[in-house]
């Protein structure tokens, strides 16, 4: 078969836009089957977004089909094998369309109202046939397909869906329907990308949710599920012929009313609502097909007293169907609400990849899911998704090497919201992954990547090779998102150096010698250029967490310098009250390094204590999920659906279970294990997914020290060790990784 269907078709020129509705269109296949099959395929690309029937029957991978890309750079589709679905006789194969990224209205903040390609949605699909006399033939898709406007009246990913149910057309997809009425569809032009079929997980409901309390809200019912999350509804209702429902969405609450102004682009827009129609004829129910929601919270407006029941609404959680692949508990409620809160926004914001927030933006923003990529691969498994999402990244990368700040974009990201800190998506996608799984093949995909991007950032080097072109430490506590407290220059410079590192690394694992010399040289030019500029007396440019942190752990001070530097980083963190004081940059990395030096029980106060700013006020001001920004009470609301905060929860992998997999970078079935007893902690438990099988991780404190009990699968090297102050039973402090149950005494 071709690599993609190519008679692409659509119901006519016509799109939708913010004040302009235009029905997702229906679309008719019928054929006749006279002979015995042996096996039948279909390949599908649907633009923007597609439901797929056979005979009525839905064979949808999962919402949001085919993937969501940028259709100049990546065109993808989908197969089916439907050997069993076909009947002898008449057949129809039927579909709806969604607008989806093909007319991506709703983004107008990042111009992808403007995006070159915009159009109405557009289909094409093949149905290949084999018989058993031996004979085949190739269905597909032309101006003889047919075509209805549907009951979705408007449809896009920010601003919702509106449902006339008075308007459907029964059996539509069925072949004994009369479909005389219905016109021909138009032929639509072959799109620029390159094909791909998408290998990245699909989207799926995962989880079905009813609320816990119903609360009369002015004219409204508003619905709580409990908990901040992703996805769609099922509406259930018996209703009298054009009552129309109109639902909002949102996460919080505040003054008693629902609160969207965090989520909202402008308050006279349309944004996360959707409205249904009743047509009257007993119970009917309703989920939307192309749009979904970041809400804890609906508002139901048009409905009856005696309608507002629990039954009415259902909460469906969809993502990614990703697994589970690691969990972590303690004895510590907020460590284990922390831990909790943080799985949910990471899988709640996987739609085909890492989103920023699930509410407002839905974009696939670089930085967020770098920031991210280490605990995620911990805690779920992304990987076949970055590889898919990486594709989309390289084909985003402009000839010069330029990324943009979002994928897929239009165009936007490309002069604002990018740069070396959001960039390195790039590097730590692969690098993260290699080290967890072993894939080298997602290396070997991104080498050619890797060379343009280090190429383009020695292009931006100044004057005295530093770099200073794009965003920075994002989010510090108590203030604006934007008002770092480190300044560009250091955080983009240092983490050139990083990036050229891990690129030298990876380019090793690769053999790719004059590649990996050339990496290395940018990092040694960077990095001698941040020591001669930006660091005096050994305190860096911006006397802050994050410039301290970081020159540290990314290993600009030299091993002799780090003592005094380090020692300065606790006078910051003293200076502060015991709090952190850094944006996602320093935040990442500020609690590894603290316990990497000895600081665990600071490191682990700073996240658990209740007072702002910390993980631990989110949890007592009732966040479930990670929140964007720490902000005092009362302070200024941003999304409360955010898992660039995320990381903490590799931090309790690594440091509290003491789970620290391929540490030295040559083995992924080796995992060394040292845990830090916190004072305070009298059980640990972990578990993580390894290539070589499940590692269980566990200790309990007794009034004779701590247990350490350990499952390991037996072909995992690595070595059990122990931290200042303690030693297994015999004295020793180091010994292999094997299943078994350790005594470990304190001393000193």
């Given at each position: 078969m071709k690599d993609l269907p190519i008679n692409f078709i659509c119901a006519g020129k016509d799109f939708c836009e913010l004040d302009k509705f235009v029905p997702a269109p229906y679309f008719r296949f019928s054929f006749n089957i006279n002979k015995q099959?042996?096996?039948?395929?279909?390949?599908?690309?649907?633009?923007?977004?597609?439901?797929?029937?056979?005979?009525?029957?839905?064979?949808?991978?999962?919402?949001?089909?085919?993937?969501?890309?940028?259709?100049?750079?990546?065109?993808?589709?989908?197969?089916?094998?439907?050997?069993?679905?076909i009947n002898s006789g008449k057949n129809t194969i039927g579909a709806i369309l969604g607008n989806g990224f093909q007319n991506p209205f709703g983004g107008f903040i990042w111009d992808m109202s403007k995006a070159p390609w915009r159009a109405a949605p557009q289909l094409a699909f093949d149905i290949e046939i084999t018989?058993?006399?031996?004979?085949?033939?190739?269905?597909?898709?032309?101006?003889?397909?047919?075509?209805?406007?549907?009951?979705?009246?408007?449809?896009?990913l920010h601003f919702g869906e509106y449902y006339d149910a008075r308007l459907e057309i029964p059996n539509w997809n069925l072949?004994?329907?009369?479909?005389?009425?219905?016109?021909?569809?138009?032929?639509?032009?072959?799109?620029?990308?390159?094909?791909?079929?998408?290998?990245?997980?699909?989207?799926?409901?995962?989880?079905?949710?009813?609320?816990?309390?119903?609360?009369?809200?002015?004219?409204?019912?508003?619905?709580?599920?409990?908990?901040?999350?992703?996805?769609?509804?099922?509406?259930?209702?018996?209703?009298?012929?054009?009552?129309?429902?109109?639902?909002?969405?949102?996460?919080?609450?505040?003054?008693?009313?629902?609160?969207?102004d965090n989520i909202r682009f402008n308050p006279s827009h349309r944004f996360q609502e959707d409205e249904y129609t009743c047509k009257g004829s007993g119970v009917e129910e309703y989920t939307p097909k192309f749009t979904y929601h970041g809400y804890r919270y609906a508002l139901v407006y048009g409905i009856a007293e005696e309608?507002?029941?629990?039954?009415?609404?259902?909460?469906?959680?969809?993502?990614?169907?990703?697994?589970i692949n690691g969990g972590f508990e303690c004895d510590n409620d907020i460590v284990n609400k922390i831990q909790e809160i943080t799985v949910r926004s990471s899988i709640s914001n996987f739609y085909y990849f890492p989103t920023d927030c699930p509410q407002r933006e839905k974009n696939g923003w670089t930085a967020d899911a770098a920031l991210s990529s280490e605990e995620m691969l911990l805690n779920i498994t992304p990987e076949n998704s970055y590889k898919e999402w990486l594709r989309n990244i390289h084909k985003a990368m402009s000839d010069d090497g330029k990324l943009p700040g979002i994928v897929p974009t239009s165009g936007w990201g490309y002069s604002w919201g990018n740069g070396p800190a959001w960039d390195n998506v790039l590097v730590y996608l692969p690098y993260y992954t290699y080290i967890y799984r072993g894939d080298k093949s997602i290396l070997e995909e991104s080498a050619i990547p890797f060379m343009r991007y280090l190429n383009y950032l020695f292009s931006r080097l100044d004057s005295n090779n530093l770099i200073s072109i794009g965003l920075g430490d994002w989010c510090p506590p108590g203030k604006r998102e934007d008002q770092y407290a480190s300044p560009v220059i250091v955080t983009d410079s240092i983490l050139t150096v990083d990036i050229a590192e891990k690129c030298a690394f990876m380019f090793d694992v690769l053999n790719m010698k004059p590649q990996k010399e050339f990496a290395e040289s940018l990092a040694i030019i960077v990095k001698s250029a941040i020591r001669k500029n930006l660091i005096k007396s050994g305190i860096v440019d911006g006397d802050c967490q994050t410039s301290q942190a970081m020159a540290i752990y990314y290993n600009i001070f030299d091993e002799d310098e780090k003592a005094d530097a380090f020692a300065y980083l606790l006078k910051l963190i003293d200076k502060a009250g015991g709090h952190f004081d850094t944006g996602v940059l320093g935040g990442r990395i500020i609690y590894r390094l603290l316990a990497d030096n000895d600081e665990a029980e600071l490191a682990y106060n700073m996240i658990t204590r209740?007072?702002?700013?910390?993980?631990?006020?989110?949890?007592?001001?009732?966040?479930?999920?990670?929140?964007?920004?720490f902000m005092p009470e009362g302070g200024r609301i941003l999304s409360l659906n955010h898992h660039f905060w995320g990381d903490v929860s590799a931090w309790f992998y690594k440091y509290l279970a003491g789970i620290n997999v391929n540490p030295d970078r040559k083995n992924v079935n080796c995992t060394d294990i040292k845990p830090y007893f916190i004072s305070s902690l009298s059980h640990v438990k972990a578990w993580h997914n390894l290539p070589c099988g499940k590692l269980m991780v566990e200790w309990n404190r007794n009034e004779n020290g701590i247990i350490l009990d350990i499952n390991a699968p037996l072909e995992l090297e690595g070595t059990i060790s122990l931290p200042k102050g303690y030693s297994f039973a015999d004295g020793s402090k180091l010994c292999p990784v094997k299943t078994g149950s350790y005594n470990i005494v304190k001393f000193g």
């Open positions: 099959i042996k096996s039948a395929d279909i390949r599908i690309c649907g633009l923007g977004y597609y439901f797929l029937y056979i005979n009525g029957q839905d064979i949808t991978k999962g919402y949001f089909a085919p993937y969501r890309s940028n259709p100049d750079d990546i065109i993808y589709y989908d197969v089916y094998d439907i050997t069993d679905k018989y058993f006399d031996g004979t085949s033939e190739v269905l597909t898709t032309d101006e003889n397909t047919l075509t209805a406007p549907s009951p979705i009246l408007f449809d896009d072949p004994e329907l009369d479909d005389s009425n219905w016109k021909n569809c138009e032929k639509a032009p072959t799109p620029r990308g390159k094909a791909r079929i998408c290998e990245a997980e699909p989207i799926i409901i995962k989880e079905k949710i009813k609320p816990i309390s119903i609360t009369k809200e002015g004219d409204a019912y508003r619905y709580d599920f409990g908990v901040n999350n992703s996805g769609l509804f099922l509406l259930k209702i018996s209703g009298q012929a054009g009552q129309k429902v109109v639902l909002k969405f949102g996460e919080t609450i505040v003054d008693g009313k629902l609160y969207t309608q507002a029941t629990k039954d009415l609404l259902t909460y469906l959680v969809m993502s990614s169907d990703l697994k209740t007072d702002f700013p910390s993980y631990g006020n989110w949890i007592v001001r009732g966040a479930t999920t990670l929140w964007e920004s």
